[in-house]
């Protein structure tokens, strides 16, 4: 260094600067636990994420990341293209990669991550929008280890089509289906999310199926926040 700036005396004000920001302590805590819930519209995803974040909080887990998913945020897209689904999976990706280097959270709760990606790149392809070569590199991509193992645990959910149909349109304004909100689109999905779990549940090991069709959001929620907190218990002694 120049006369100016002499390196040792550059180096003590660095350690006191660090030690005033408690660098040491900020840095070496633990990211937060992620958990993805992945589905088909309509078997509940979003009511039941709101319902653990709102039983999670006055307990002591209060630092959750406020339940958000990528459809919210991604509104100039319209939801009839695989361009939709990638960039929604784009949008959760890159708030999975950032949280895991911070420690701002104790708990995130993605509706939608990876996995859910992985199975609309299944849907497109069934559509014939997404050729067989795209969908291969995509579902790759999107199942990479380097995503899926900062996932602690993921809810795959369903639900019986017709039971989805209802609750699609119980409260909606208008009768009018949509992409994949048609009860031809909605077992299709149903049938992609549960060949899609049986086929990657034994790469990841805290990966859940869940049939919503006959429990109520009550009895799910308290379903889901039992196993979640037996799970990272557990996954707290290996961390």
């Known amino acids: 260094m120049s006369e100016l700036l002499k390196k040792d005396e550059v180096t003590q004000q660095i350690e006191k600067i660090r030690r005033n920001l408690r660098h040491d302590e900020r840095y070496s805590l633990p990211s937060p636990y992620m958990i993805e819930f992945s589905g088909p519209p309509s078997v509940g995803?979003?009511?039941?994420?709101?319902?653990?974040?709102?039983?999670?909080?006055?307990?002591?887990?209060?630092?959750?990341?406020?339940?958000?998913?990528?459809?919210?945020?991604?509104?100039?897209?319209?939801?009839?293209?695989?361009?939709?689904?990638?960039?929604?999976?784009?949008?959760?990706?890159?708030?999975?990669?950032?949280?895991?280097?911070?420690?701002?959270?104790?708990?995130?709760?993605?509706?939608?991550?990876?996995?859910?990606?992985?199975?609309?790149?299944?849907?497109?392809?069934?559509?014939?929008?997404?050729?067989?070569?795209?969908?291969?590199?995509?579902?790759?991509?999107?199942?990479?280890?380097?995503?899926?193992?900062?996932?602690?645990?993921?809810?795959?959910?369903?639900?019986?089509?017709?039971?989805?149909?209802?609750?699609?349109?119980?409260?909606a304004i208008s009768d009018e289906t949509r992409e994949t909100t048609n009860l031809k689109s909605i077992r299709l999905l149903d049938e992609i999310w549960r060949n899609a779990f049986a086929k990657l549940h034994s790469c990841h090991p805290n990966m859940r199926l869940i049939d919503t069709s006959k429990l109520s959001i009550s009895e799910i929620t308290k379903l889901i926040v039992k196993d979640m907190l037996e799970t990272l218990s557990l996954i707290t002694k290996t961390r």
């Open 45 to 171: 995803k979003t009511s039941i994420i709101a319902e653990i974040d709102d039983f999670l909080r006055p307990l002591g887990l209060a630092k959750i990341w406020p339940p958000q998913e990528g459809p919210r945020e991604i509104r100039h897209i319209p939801r009839t293209t695989p361009d939709y689904n990638l960039r929604t999976a784009m949008y959760s990706l890159a708030k999975l990669l950032d949280e895991s280097h911070d420690s701002r959270y104790d708990i995130i709760l993605f509706d939608r991550c990876a996995f859910d990606a992985y199975c609309w790149m299944e849907y497109w392809s069934r559509k014939g929008k997404l050729d067989p070569t795209n969908k291969f590199i995509f579902q790759s991509f999107l199942t990479d280890p380097r995503f899926i193992n900062k996932i602690d645990i993921c809810y795959f959910m369903v639900c019986n089509p017709d039971i989805s149909m209802q609750r699609e349109f119980k409260n």
